[in-house]
C-alpha cells in the first residue's frame, strides 16, 4: 500500500467524519447541509496534482477571507452566533482539504476535525454523531502518525538531508513507496483506538457531570409542531400524516405477551374553544400557575391504584407535555440541568393545558399516572365557560344546524346525542390526509355536503359545531393517537404522522363530566406506520439504540453518577459482608479509601522499579534509537565530509542533487586530473558508509593524507592562444 495514498485516504476520512459530526447535530438550513455536503464531495474529488494550480492557491487565500466576512455580515444581520461558528467552522475545512499542500496543511485538517467533533458534543450529538465519533476513535491513530511521518519527511528535505544514498530526501519516491505503510501498520494503529475508546469512557463515566456541556448553548433541536401553538388553520394537520419522525416513546405497564403491533392511546396535547369559520384558537391568556418542578397534581396525588405510563418525550416547540385520559398526576424523571440555566419547572395553562419550561433542552421523560375507569373525575364549569364552550361562529351555514338535529333528534339524552354524532361521521364520510375543502371559504360545510372525506380535524371540528348547535359544551382537542411497538426496545413509538385530533364534549352528569369522543373512521384513528418487513426491522432497531443514546449517553447527568457510584460502593460492601472482611483487624484495612490509596502506591512503586530496571540494563542510554550512534559511521562520514570539502576548494563541488558515486565517474569520464583519486576516496567511504567495512586507523591516516594531496593540487595553466 502506498505511503501517501494511505496518508490520504485516512486525513479525508477523518475530515469527512468530522464535517459529517457536526451537520448531524448543528441547526442547520436544509440547503446550508446540501452546499456543506456537496462542498465535501467536490474538495475530497480534488486530485492531488490539482493542489499546486494558481486557482486553488488564489482560493486557499481569498477563501477563508470571503467566508469570514460573509458570516460576519449574517452574524450583524441577526443569525444565531452559534449557528454562524458552526457553518464557518464546516466550510473551512472544505476549503482546506481543496486546498492543501503538503502535511502542515493535513496536520490543520486533523485539528480542525477534532474542533467538528468537540462542538457536536458540546450541541449534544445524537446516535449519528456517536457514530462518527467512533469512526473518529478508529482512524484518528492512524491520520496521525502518517501525518507526523509525512511532516518529518518533508521537514528534513527542508533541511538539506540526504538518503543513504546520498541523494537529498525524494518526497515523491517516499509518498509512493510500498514500505513504509503495511497491515500490520494499519491493524496496529487502528487497534489503539481500544485503549483510547476505554480510557475515554472511563473518563466519561468518572468526570464530574455539571451540565458544562449545554452552558449558555442551548439550541431548540425541532420546529414548531402543526397544532401545538396558540392558533391551527383547519387543514393543516393532515399534512403531518407522512412525516416518520419521532415526537415521543411510551412505555405501558402489564402488557400482553406477545405486545400489539399498535396501540391506540390518545395523548392530550392542547385544546381550543374559539373557531371563527376557519381557524381554532384560544380565548384564555396563557396565565399559566407553576405547581412544581418535578411533580404535578392534576386532579389528586398519584397512588398504588393507578396505573403507570412512561413517556420519553423529543425537543419539541412549544414545550408540550402529552398526557393520557385520566391523568390524575404525573412526576418528572429529573434530568441534567446546565450550571447557569432556569430549573425545570411544570406549569398548567387554559384548556388543561400542561407544559414544562427551563434550559433541558433534551426534551423530558416523565411517568403519568391514569386513574381506573370507575373513579369519577369531575371538573365543574361556569356560566361563564358554558358561553365560551357554546359560541358559533359568524355566517355558519343553517344546513349545518338541520344535519345536526337531524341525526340527534331521536336521542333522548345529551350523550346519546352525541354518541350519534359519531357514529355518523365515522361511518357515512371518508377518511383522507389531502381533502379538498381545506381551501373553501366555509371548510366545514364543504366536507359535510360537498367532499364528504377529510382528515381528522374536519371530522372533530364538524362534531364540535354540531354538538354546540344542540347546546352541549364542546371544545377540539390536538394531540398524538398511539404508536406503533419497537421489538428492541420495549416501547411504543408515537411519530409526528401520528398527529390526531377529536372532541371533547361536557355533560351535567355527576359521574361524566368532560367526554372524550372521536368522530374520525378507524382507519385515521390510529398509526399509519407499517409494522412488518425488513424496513420496519431496521428502523426499529435504529431507533432502539438512538434512544438508549439519548437516555444513557446524552441524559448522563451528576445524579446518574452519583448513583452508579452508591451501587458500586454497596456492592463492594456486600462483598465484604459475604467474605467477613467487614469484621476485626481487616475491617480497616479493606475499606473503600485505604484500598484506593493501596492500590495506587503499588501502581506508582512498579512504575518506579521498571524505570530503574531498563535505566541499570541501559545506563548510556544505549538501547535509545535517538541516542544510539556508530561510531564507525560516523568516522566515515567526517572523512567524506572532509574530501567534499577539499573537491570545493578545486572548484569541482558535488551538486546536492547527485549522489557521491555518480560524481565521481562523472570527473572520470571527463578525465580530470584528480578523477581517480576521487572515485577510489569515494568507493572507500561507501563500502564502510554502506558495506560495514570499518576505517582501520592506518587506512583513516592513508584517506587523510590523500585528502590533504587534492587540497594541495595546482592545477595546469591553460594553454597560450
Known amino acids: 500500500m502506498r505511503f501517501g495514498l494511505v496518508h490520504r485516504i485516512m486525513t479525508d476520512a477523518l475530515a469527512a467524519l468530522g464535517v459529517l459530526a457536526v451537520v448531524n447535530t448543528a441547526s442547520m438550513s436544509p440547503w446550508t447541509t446540501a ?92 446516535l449519528s454523531y456517536g457514530l462518527c465519533f467512533l469512526g473518529f476513535l478508529v482512524v484518528a491513530p492512524g491520520a496521525l502518525v502518517l501525518s507526523h511521518l509525512r511532516r518529518e519527511v518533508e521537514g528534513n528535505y527542508r533541511q538539506g538531508a540526504r538518503d543513504r544514498t546520498g541523494l537529498p530526501v525524494d518526497v515523491p519516491r517516499i509518498l509512493r513507496s510500498r514500505r513504509v505503510v503495511g497491515r500490520g501498520f494499519l491493524a ?64 405501558v405497564q402489564e402488557l400482553p405477551d406477545p405486545p ?87 406549569s398548567r395553562g387554559p384548556e388543561g393545558e400542561v407544559r414544562y419550561q427551563g434550559s433541558d433542552s433534551h426534551g423530558l421523560r416523565y411517568d403519568a399516572y391514569v386513574a381506573n375507569d370507575r373513579e369519577p373525575i369531575i371538573e365543574l364549569m361556569s356560566p361563564a365557560d358554558r ?183 454497596k456492592g463492594y460492601e456486600r462483598l465484604r459482608v459475604k467474605t467477613g472482611t467487614n469484621r476485626g483487624a481487616m475491617e480497616r484495612m479493606t475499606r473503600g479509601p485505604v484500598l484506593a490509596g493501596v492500590l495506587l502506591v503499588a501502581v506508582a512503586a512498579a512504575y518506579i522499579l521498571w524505570k530503574r530496571k531498563r535505566t541499570s540494563k541501559d545506563p548510556q542510554g544505549a538501547l535509545d534509537p535517538k541516542t544510539r550512534v556508530d561510531p564507525q559511521l560516523e568516522a566515515a562520514t567526517a572523512l567524506y565530509r572532509s574530501l567534499e570539502h577539499a573537491l570545493a576548494l578545486q572548484g569541482i563541488s558535488r551538486p546536492m542533487s547527485l549522489p557521491p558515486l555518480r560524481h565521481a565517474e562523472d570527473l572520470v569520464a571527463k578525465a580530470h586530473p584528480l578523477a581517480t583519486d576521487v572515485l577510489d576516496l569515494t568507493n572507500r567511504y561507501l563500502d564502510a558508509r554502506f558495506g560495514g567495512q570499518a576505517f582501520t586507523d592506518d587506512a583513516t591516516r592513508e584517506y587523510e593524507r590523500r585528502i590533504k594531496e587534492i587540497k594541495a593540487h595546482k592545477a595546469p595553466p591553460p594553454p597560450a592562444p
Open 35 to 126: 452546499f456543506v455536503l456537496v462542498g465535501l464531495g467536490l474538495a475530497l474529488a480534488v486530485p492531488e496534482g490539482w493542489q499546486n494550480r494558481p486557482a486553488l492557491r488564489h482560493l486557499a487565500t481569498i477563501g477563508p477571507l470571503t467566508l469570514f466576512a460573509v458570516q460576519g455580515v449574517r452574524l450583524v444581520a441577526g443569525r444565531p452566533a452559534l449557528d454562524i461558528a458552526v457553518e464557518f467552522a464546516a466550510i473551512l475545512q472544505i476549503i482546506r482539504l481543496a486546498t492543501r499542500r503538503g502535511a502542515a496543511h493535513d496536520q490543520q485538517i486533523i485539528v480542525l476535525a477534532l474542533l467538528h467533533f468537540v462542538a457536536g458534543t458540546v450541541l449534544g450529538g445524537g
Open 260 to 346: 400489539p403491533a399498535r396501540l391506540t392511546l390518545r395523548l392530550r396535547g392542547t385544546a381550543f374553544d374559539k373557531y371563527n369559520g376557519r381557524r381554532w384558537e384560544r380565548t384564555q391568556p396563557r396565565h399559566a400557575t407553576t405547581d412544581g418542578e418535578s411533580g404535578l397534581a392534576l386532579v389528586r396525588r398519584a397512588d398504588e391504584r393507578d396505573r403507570r405510563i412512561t413517556i420519553d418525550l423529543e425537543p419539541i416547540d412549544p414545550p408540550v407535555v402529552f398526557l393520557p385520559p385520566r391523568t390524575v398526576a404525573l412526576q418528572v424523571r429529573v434530568q441534567q440541568q446546565t450550571v447557569l440555566g432556569d430549573p425545570l419547572l411544570l
Open 188 to 251: 496496529t494503529t487502528c487497534l489503539l483506538s481500544v485503549p483510547i475508546f476505554l480510557f475515554t469512557a472511563a473518563l466519561f463515566v468518572m468526570f464530574p457531570r455539571v451540565g458544562l456541556s449545554l452552558l449558555l448553548l442551548n439550541h431548540p433541536q425541532r420546529g414548531r409542531m402543526v397544532g401545538f401553538s396558540d392558533k391551527v388553520d383547519l387543514g393543516e394537520v393532515g399534512v403531518l400524516r407522512s412525516d416518520p419522525s419521532i415526537a415521543l416513546r411510551f412505555e
Open 387 to 569: 358561553a365560551r364552550y357554546l359560541e358559533m361562529p359568524a355566517e355558519m351555514p343553517s344546513r349545518i344546524a338541520q344535519l345536526a338535529h337531524e341525526w340527534t333528534d331521536a336521542q333522548p339524552t345529551p350523550y346519546l346525542k352525541a354518541k350519534a354524532l359519531e357514529e355518523h361521521l365515522k361511518h357515512d364520510f371518508r377518511y383522507d390526509t389531502g381533502s379538498p375543502s381545506g381551501g373553501k371559504p366555509q371548510p366545514v360545510d364543504h366536507f359535510l355536503f360537498e367532499s364528504k372525506r377529510g382528515h381528522c380535524e374536519f371530522f372533530s371540528t364538524a362534531m364540535a359545531l354540531m354538538l354546540r348547535e344542540l347546546g352541549i359544551p364542546s371544545r377540539n382537542v390536538t394531540g398524538f393517537v398511539g404508536g406503533t411497538y419497537n421489538r428492541f426496545g420495549r416501547y411504543y413509538a408515537v411519530r409526528e404522522g401520528d398527529a390526531h385530533s377529536w372532541v371533547e364534549a361536557y355533560f351535567d352528569d355527576p359521574i361524566r363530566g368532560w367526554v372524550t369522543f372521536d368522530p374520525t373512521p378507524t382507519s385515521g384513528a390510529q398509526p399509519l406506520q407499517e409494522t412488518s418487513g425488513a424496513y420496519v426491522y431496521l428502523r426499529d432497531l435504529v431507533e432502539a439504540l438512538s434512544q438508549r443514546w439519548n437516555r444513557y449517553v446524552i441524559g448522563y447527568d451528576l445524579k446518574t453518577q452519583l448513583r452508579i457510584f452508591e451501587d458500586i460502593s
